[in-house]
């Protein structure tokens, strides 16, 4: 699985590069199909990236070479550009991040990179498991010695007995599989970045009312 993607890697490289040589063209016309298209191209290309670094991701895991680089840093400012990020490039317009709890003043001794991908990730699923819906929550608050971070949704929910599987390497909820695509590997690797974190997880959800991803990380 290593070997295969990195060589699907060094092709895609090269056609982000070119992409961008096109985009930089100087008689571009924003308005021409080649425009759309060259839009397009990116948004797979930038899909087709997410895929492979989370099957290189697994492949660091399942040969414990997926390293935690811990220093500390602003979590507030992590998660105020997080949002920004996910407004302006979801998939569903008119979509509202909301922000409920306390501010988290203290830095954070983490892996700010790996930290911001399970936030994309849990923001990503809350997205599209909740089609059509308006808003998603970010709750944050700040206990003793841990901090808390939950991205609810009000979108499809999970059966009750699937809710200990989410987690689990390649697992994807059958009912929901066929309209949803994904591989199941994201909130795999959620879970083992926040365990090298030393944190705790999970979720919590109604069925058909929607759902609510959360870790916790340690302050002390
Ligand atoms: P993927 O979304 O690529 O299938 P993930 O590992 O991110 O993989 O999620 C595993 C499974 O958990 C999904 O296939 C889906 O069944 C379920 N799931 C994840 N997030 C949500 C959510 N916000 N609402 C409902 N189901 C979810």
Redesign the pocket.
């Known amino acids: 699985m290593s070997i295969a993607s990195h060589e699907l890697k060094t092709p895609l490289t090269s056609i982000k590069a070119y992409i961008q040589l096109i985009e930089r063209m100087e008689n571009k016309q924003p308005e021409s199909k080649v425009a759309t298209y060259i839009h397009r191209a990116h948004d797979q290309v930038s899909k087709l990236d997410g895929l492979i670094n989370?099957l290189l991701d697994v492949s660091k895991i399942e040969n414990g070479k997926l390293k935690i680089n811990k220093k500390p840093f602003d979590l507030e400012q992590l998660i105020s550009g997080v949002i920004e990020t996910i407004q302006y490039t979801s998939a569903q317009p008119g979509l509202k991040v909301e922000r409920q709890g306390a501010l988290i003043a203290k830095e954070i001794n983490g892996d700010a990179f790996r930290i911001e991908q399970i936030l994309i990730?849990?923001f990503?699923?809350?997205i599209?498991?909740?089609p059509g819906a308006e808003k998603v929550v970010l709750h944050t608050s700040v206990e003793k010695d841990h901090i808390y971070i939950g991205?609810q949704?009000f979108?499809?929910?999970?059966p009750d007995h699937?809710k200990k599987?989410?987690?689990t390497k390649f697992?994807?909820?059958?009912?929901?599989?066929v309209q949803?695509?994904?591989?199941?590997?994201?909130?795999?690797?959620?879970a083992e970045i926040i365990k090298q974190h030393n944190g705790t997880y999970g979720?919590e959800?109604t069925l058909g009312e929607?759902?609510t991803?959360y870790f916790t990380l340690p302050t002390s």
């Open positions: 989370d990730n849990f990503t699923n809350a599209k498991y909740s991205v949704d979108g499809i929910g999970i699937k599987n989410v987690f697992y994807r909820v059958e009912e929901s599989s949803f695509q994904g591989l199941g590997i994201g909130l795999y690797i959620c979720v959800s929607g759902a991803f």
